[in-house]
């Protein structure tokens, strides 16, 4: 007998997050300077002379030896297995001038005040252990088929670990939150047979996850005819040696299957595919009531189709290759065989609308704007025992998933991954008192209390990638060079140094950097006709020896990154410990963070879920 699932993995205190999180503000109120520091200004606001005092060779010296440049070594190995706390950091930045002074203790802070060295995150497979016991978990098709590397290593994860949740709570409902393309959705649906609603704003995002949907079932059902070939091809050859006992048993088999069946097959006639949503549909308020008559059809038959499928595919399976041939319609010499035939065709058709009809209802992309006030209900109108999931939810969408979680006693537990942390909103940004707004950082009192805040630049910061640079995917300094000196020229040229257009994408099609600057003017809409090639070229020639300086300048900032996002994860991790109704809730790293960086989940469980 398998093990059910038991007891969660320890979990961290409210009060040991709460130090944790205190631990990591208070260090990064001493480098916010330097986080809230734009490498685009670097040349105009003399920021290297105000914040570090090394000369750039130095920075980029110690770096190699300490920092991700440097081969990866454990912090104990780095410091010598030291005794090290948090007053060994106290000497980073002058107490004085609050410059960067100790390059090589930087690096190593940032190591330290890292989400693995704190000790806050709950190991991915400690935890998928604790949820199944030892249930195996479900094996099937490699994503990798029909998704770039990236999203393929996301979804395999991350899917799993959503149907071990589901599972542990006894769910099957699942509300993707920021769906998107609806990779997760489709997969979670089409490999764990849960019934998922996928959310997302865009309405032209919804409609193309509808046709996305339809190619992966397309592919997943070509996928599973072909293993079942292979699977049929060698019982075929078995069931040479046998074919009189073979044809005994079909016809045993299909006698009793056809039983069972007769008045579903007149249900069969009335239950299409159109059970499944238009992919026309432009929002919510249109589909509705075609939506509610959908899910009450599906109700009706959905368990009885599920057994019939597996019945027929059982069947099938079973039988030499040969027993299932359709026969042409012109052998009709035989009553008995046509009859046959008839029989044959009809588990045919029952098999393939069963099945299609199961998946089609798996699987619903809708279009919502998700808020804090969001009422799911007004959404999904069979709104059942769920959980909520979001893959990469963008800025304030991921701190709105936590708190519907903790608000709605439908939605029992909640695995959010969020990005796009310059997009979040934040309370004390602007130092405007809206005490009646919804805020995306901070969510925990702590903080709150303490009036924190990491800025936009900080929090843009927070999303750069430190361990693909580690493995040598070094920054585009060539390109950040380009605009730092086109910054320059804006503003001694023409005097503009604030402005709500933006350069994006020039420096991959322009040819060189006098072909940057004029394609970068005519973008900022300035007039480019007074400013001569000479002109240019004189800028670039003036800056192009302080290169390495903002080579170095951005080097800092990769490395201060991880204690950016250590603040704002366990800012949304403590929000969850002060909360009454919550059973478990942790950090956890789900994914390669060379493929993927963000890749720490905020998960939790409620109270009854895990009774």
Avoid at 374 to 384: A, F, G, H, P
Avoid at 557 to 582: F, G, H, M, T
Wanted: net charge neutral; aromatic share 6%; with cysteine.
């Amino acid at each position: 007998m398998s093990r059910p699932p038991g007891a969660l993995p320890p979990q961290l205190s409210p009060a040991a997050a709460a130090e944790a999180l205190g631990r990591a503000a208070r260090f990064l109120e001493r480098a916010l300077a330097l986080c809230r520091a734009q490498a685009v200004e670097l040349y105009t606001r003399g920021l290297w002379d105000r914040l570090v005092a090394p000369p750039p060779a130095a920075v980029l010296r110690a770096l190699r030896a300490a920092g991700p440049l440097a081969p990866r070594r454990s912090l104990a190995e780095a410091a010598g297995a030291a005794a090290w706390d948090d007053d060994t950091f106290s000497n980073v930045f002058c107490e004085n001038s609050k410059k960067l002074i100790d390059v090589h203790l930087f690096a190593l802070a940032a190591q330290y005040y890292s989400v693995s060295n704190l000790g806050v995150s709950t190991p991915l497979e400690e935890l998928l252990e604790a949820l199944r016991g030892d249930n195996q978990g479900t094996t099937g098709i490699k994503t990798d088929e029909f998704m770039n590397n990236k999203k393929s290593h996301e979804v395999q994860v991350m899917s799993e670990l959503v149907d071990n949740i589901a599972k542990y709570c006894g769910i099957k409902q699942v509300i993707d939150i920021g769906s998107g393309k609806g990779y997760l959705s489709s997969f979670l649906s089409m490999q764990y047979n849960l019934k998922v609603y996928g959310i997302d704003s865009s309405d032209t995002t919804t409609n193309g996850a509808h046709e996305r949907n339809r190619k992966l079932k397309k592919h997943w059902r070509a996928y599973q005819s072909r293993a079942r070939a292979n699977v049929e091809s060698q019982r075929s050859e078995k069931a040479n040696d046998r074919p009189v006992q073979s044809e005994i048993n079909c016809k045993a088999i299909t006698e009793k299957l056809l039983n069972k069946t007769s008045s579903l097959q007149h249900q069969d006639q009335v239950t299409t595919q159109d059970l499944a949503p238009s992919c026309g549909f432009t929002g919510i308020g249109t589909s509705e009531s075609s939506k509610q008559t959908e899910v009450d059809l599906a109700s009706q038959t959905q368990s009885d189709e599920s057994k019939l499928s597996e019945e027929v595919l059982a069947i099938l399976n079973v039988l030499p290759a040969d027993a299932v041939e359709v026969f042409s319609s012109s052998r009709s010499d035989c009553g008995e065989l046509c009859e046959e035939e008839k029989e044959q065709r009809k588990m045919a058709s029952l098999k393939a609308k069963a099945s299609k009809s199961r998946e089609s209802n798996l699987y619903f992309p809708l279009t919502s704007c998700i808020t804090a006030e969001t009422e799911l209900s007004d959404i999904i109108r069979d709104l059942e025992d769920c959980m909520m999931v979001g893959l990469h939810t963008c800025g304030d969408l991921a701190a709105n998933t936590l708190r519907i979680f903790t608000a709605k006693p439908e939605i029992k537990a909640v695995c959010s991954v969020g990005c796009c942390y310059h997009l979040l909103s934040e309370q004390f940004e602007n130092q405007e008192d809206s005490p009646e707004e919804v805020w995306g950082f901070p969510m925990s009192q702590y903080l709150k209390d303490k009036g924190w805040c990491c800025g936009r630049n900080a929090r843009m910061s927070a999303c750069l990638a430190l361990e693909r640079v580690a493995v040598g995917q070094m920054l585009p300094t060539e390109s950040l060079f380009y605009r730092a000196v086109l910054q320059v020229i804006i503003e001694e040229i023409y005097g503009v140094t604030k402005s709500d257009r933006h350069v994006g994408k020039t420096f991959s099609k322009s040819s060189s950097f006098i072909d940057y600057v004029r394609k970068s003017l005519k973008k900022l809409e300035l007039d480019d006709s007074k400013l001569p090639d000479s002109c240019i070229m004189d800028y670039y020639e003036k800056y192009k020896h302080r290169m390495n300086e903002l080579e170095a300048f951005n080097m800092l900032k990769v490395v201060l990154a991880p204690c950016i996002e250590v603040l704002i994860l366990l800012d949304r991790l403590c929000y969850l410990k002060e909360q009454d109704n919550i059973a478990w809730s942790g950090l956890v790293k789900l994914f390669d963070p060379v493929k993927s960086p963000r890749c720490y989940a905020v998960i939790a469980l409620k109270k009854q879920s895990c009774s």
